[in-house]
Nanobody, 115 residues
Framework: QVQLQESGPGLVKPSQMLSLTCTVS??????????WSWIRQPPGKGLEWMGAITLDGSTYYNPSLKSRTSISRDTSKNQFSLQLSSVTPEDTAVYYC???????WGQGTQVTVSS
C-alpha cells in the first residue's frame, strides 16, 4: 500500500520560496504508472491542483501557477518536491502530495505565509 508524507517549514515569509518534500513508500516514483501531484487548499476554499511529475521526470503545471512553481524529484530517496517562489499570504494553505488517479494522498501540511 502506497503512503505519502509531506514535510517542510510551516511558516514562510512573504516574497520567499516555499519548499516542501513528499516521501513516498510502497511505490517507486520512477516506475509507477501514476503521476505524482501537489495540491493545495487555502482556508475556506476548494482544492487547487498545482502540478505533477511523471515516472520519467517530466513535469506539468497549473497554468495559473506555472511561472512560480517547480516540481523535482530525488530518485535515490523516492521523494518529489515542490518549490513555489515569491509567496504571498494568498499562498497560505494546506499542501498535499498525492497519487491522484489512485486516490492516495498524504495527510497534508499547513503552510502559512506571514512576516
Amino acid at each position: 500500500q502506497v503512503q505519502l508524507q509531506e514535510s517542510g517549514p510551516g511558516l514562510v515569509k512573504p516574497s520567499q520560496m516555499l519548499s516542501l518534500t513528499c516521501t513516498v513508500s510502497g511505490d517507486a516514483i520512477t516506475t509507477s504508472v501514476y503521476d505524482w501531484s501537489w495540491i493545495r487548499q487555502p482556508p475556506g476554499k476548494g482544492l487547487e491542483w498545482m502540478g505533477a511529475i511523471t515516472l520519467d521526470g517530466s513535469t506539468y503545471y497549473n497554468p495559473s501557477l506555472k511561472s512560480r512553481t517547480s516540481i523535482s524529484r530525488d530518485t535515490s530517496k523516492n521523494q518529489f518536491s515542490l518549490q513555489l517562489s515569491s509567496v504571498t499570504p494568498e499562498d497560505t494553505a494546506v499542501y498535499y502530495c498525492a497519487r491522484v488517479y489512485s486516490g492516495d494522498w498524504g495527510q497534508g501540511t499547513q503552510v502559512t505565509v506571514s512576516s
